[in-house]
């Protein structure tokens, strides 16, 4: 009787948080589409090979983006079993709106998962029906599915009330913010040495990339390529050589190079890894030369170069490519 109790109170606790949550989440956002329960079905259905690794990839017509770049949530009971919940944003991979959210518990003994699909505040209540049937049905038979889930959400919807959450000026989430790309002519580097523009890679292909631990170029393959229509805002870094100086000793920055891409997408910096939007004269890139990372500074960063239509993003399995002889990282 107790455990009945308890079992519903979670319930209920994680059905009203989930509301809250999704209702605060899309106060955020541009329009979302209204989720059917037929691609609620098919969300739930995707399987994700690495759930540390893959934090951003296409299946089925969907993208799945790692909610706020968030890690797991990871809890260890007094039972020894280490459980995890991972959140997803959904997006239509064809219009890039937004759905909803994609809750996976991983039970760290089993290794099985369990998904939840959240949908949007705008969806179909079958939708929603289909995720309540989900908590009762699915999150009883699971010890500490109900408990972890209900406190990520309610973790997450405290984090929104207090003002995070990653808001843009205007208080809405940017398109581009969920599109990590480069415009169509973005040159990649290729294994010859020659460069070719970003629309015309193919998967499969092999590309040139760069290994940290040996500082030297490597080759490594395309597996994934990424197209986003619409209206996208490039964000600009223009660099030269940091140890180009002057008679004087002042550095003078010469035929400087342009780099381009959507705010976010992320480079290699001196510091680590970095958004392109976040960038300032204060960074340090790398640009390869004669087979080796050659450190480039930041004379002058523009947050809008210009704007395009069509955006591309490579996955490579070195998880880095080299766009205009610079060093960048896989979203």
């Given at each position: 009787m107790k455990y009945n109790v308890l079992a519903i109170l979670f319930f209920l606790s994680c059905a009203v948080t989930t509301q809250f949550f999704c209702q605060r989440v899309q106060a955020q956002t541009t329009a979302s589409a209204g989720m059917t329960v037929d691609q609620a079905k098919a969300v739930k259905a995707i399987k994700i090979a690495n759930l540390d690794k893959d934090t951003y990839f296409k299946s089925g017509g969907y993208i799945l983006d790692r909610y706020e770049e968030r890690p797991a949530y990871v809890f260890t009971y007094s039972d020894g079993i280490t459980r995890k919940i991972y959140l997803y944003k959904i997006f239509a991979a064809a219009d890039t709106k937004e759905l909803g959210l994609l809750a996976i518990y991983q039970n760290g003994k089993t290794n099985e998962t369990k998904s939840f699909v959240i949908p949007g505040e705008s969806a179909d209540r079958k939708a929603w029906d289909l995720y309540i049937d989900d908590l009762k049905y699915v999150g009883e038979k699971e010890p500490g599915l109900m408990s972890t889930l209900t406190f990520v959400l309610s973790r997450e919807m405290a984090s929104l009330l207090s003002g995070g959450g990653g808001k843009s000026e205007d208080g809405s989430k940017k398109k581009e913010e969920y599109n990590f790309c480069f415009a169509a002519d973005a040159p990649v580097l290729l294994p010859n040495g020659t460069a070719k523009s970003m629309d015309a890679v193919q998967v499969g292909e092999s590309?040139?990339?760069?290994?940290?631990?040996?500082n030297a170029q490597i080759v490594t393959r395309v597996t994934r390529v990424d197209k986003h229509d619409g209206q996208f805002t490039l964000t600009g870094v223009w660099v030269a050589p940091l140890n180009e100086v002057a008679a004087d000793n002042a550095p003078t920055p010469t035929n400087p190079v342009l780099l381009e891409a959507t705010a976010n997408h992320p480079v290699l910096t001196a510091s680590g890894r970095k958004a392109m939007g976040d960038l300032?004269?204060?960074?340090?890139?790398?640009?390869?030369?004669?087979?080796k990372a050659t450190p480039y500074r930041i004379v002058k960063a523009e947050k809008t170069t210009r704007t395009v239509s069509t955006v591309y993003n490579l996955a490579t399995e070195a998880g880095v490519y080299i766009v205009g002889e610079t060093v960048v990282l896989d979203k």
């Open positions: 590309v040139m990339a760069y290994d940290a631990r040996t300032s004269t204060a960074d340090v890139l790398y640009r390869l030369e004669n087979g």
